[in-house]
């Protein structure tokens, strides 16, 4: 048994789904759900007893203590958190709270548990705290990516409480012996991800006829890492990783966030034709940017490669045309995740930087 939190969101979700479907091994998933949570991303598994959905707050501390002393999971890995720049830089405190103490107090009642299992089962236990290349910072066009050693310079407010967040992981490693292992992952993509984050809402929007926003010159470069490819690396970290280790997972594909989204204008006009917009690239919309925007985030994943023989099996051409098919396959959850309150949101975002 293993212990999830935030297993109803993007990358937690596929994770379960990918777990279950590679070790048959059940998951306890304790979700929030807040906006970005959705049980829909876990429909396949509705009626499968190896998946238990808890709903809770990685914060409350007395439902995490009951639930880890009732099904004493071999592992937690930790996927809670808010994680959207715009959304952080609107309100800073949501990220603090979750982020921050949501991850200090989970790790005081996972301390809590561990240091009372039978001594076999504590030696084998693991934390897995999975976090994000934007606690590094930004790079300029010549400086290598991002090594695990490179030091910390976040710069937005959800960047920092991610940081934060993997300070404290790091000192209870350090002061109390916790089992930790820590990933920080570059831009995710895939099924069931939330449109707010630049692919799904492209897609959508180029789906719908909508402008299509890019933030400044659209020259912003980023590392992008197929989901599962994601959830296969986190699978093997847990496995061999070495406790108080930290693994970067990366994608091997930089590219520009102009590039992305001209790739999907492609995509769509191939496999969505439109008689009415036959160039979804003529929808294209410069926005004014995001403050503190980084310029370029790159991961080096030669560690995890190396130390423990992972490496995507995607490439960004394999992976960005499966994303593709599975949102056009998949326009109900689409219309159900997009509610008034996600609209409001987007004009609210957007709206304000035309």
């Not at 091994?25 to 759900?33: A, F, G, H, I, T």
């Not at 109390?176 to 069931?192: A, F």
Request: with cysteine.
């Amino acid at each position: 048994m293993i212990f999830v939190t935030g297993g109803a969101g993007f990358i937690g979700a596929n994770f379960i789904l990918d777990w279950i479907a590679a070790t048959g091994e059940p998951v306890v998933n304790l979700d929030s759900l807040t906006y970005a949570g959705n049980l829909e991303n876990l429909a396949a598994l509705k009626s499968d007893p190896r998946h238990i959905f808890i709903r809770g707050d990685i914060g409350d501390s007395a439902r995490v203590d009951k639930l880890l002393a009732e099904h004493k999971p071999r592992a937690v890995i930790n996927f809670a958190a808010e994680s959207h720049v715009d959304r952080s830089i609107h309100g800073p405190e949501d990220f603090i709270q979750t982020n921050v103490l949501g991850t200090f107090r989970l790790l005081e009642s996972v301390r809590g548990y561990w240091g009372v299992l039978p001594e076999a089962e504590k030696s084998a236990f693991r934390f897995l705290h999975v976090s994000t290349d934007e606690v590094y910072g930004s790079l300029s066009a010549d400086d290598p990516p991002f090594a695990e050693t490179k030091a910390f310079e976040p710069n937005s407010p959800y960047s920092a409480s991610k940081a934060a967040s993997d300070h404290l992981v790091r000192a209870w490693h350090h002061t109390y012996g916790l089992p930790v292992l820590t990933t920080n992952c570059s831009n995710n993509y895939g099924p069931c991800q939330f449109p707010e984050k630049l692919i799904p809402l492209i897609i959508a929007n180029a789906l719908a006829g909508k402008p299509l926003p890019i933030y400044g010159d659209g020259m912003n470069v980023r590392d992008w890492l197929y989901v599962s490819d994601h959830c296969a690396a986190i699978r093997e970290v847990l496995a061999r990783g070495r406790p108080g280790e930290t693994y970067n997972i990366g994608g091997w594909n930089e590219m520009p966030n102009l590039e992305i989204v001209h790739t999907l204008c492609t995509l769509l006009d191939e496999l969505a034709p439109n008689s009415l917009i036959p160039r979804r690239s003529s929808l294209i919309t410069y926005v004014k940017d995001r403050p503190g925007h980084d310029r370029r985030y790159a991961i080096d994943a030669r560690k995890i490669e190396r130390e423990l023989g992972w490496r995507p099996a995607e490439t960004f051409e394999t992976g960005i045309r499966k994303t593709v098919a599975w949102y056009l396959g998949n326009q109900p959850w689409v219309e159900h995740v997009t509610s008034g309150a996600y609209r409001e949101w987007v004009d609210q975002n957007y709206g304000e930087r035309a």
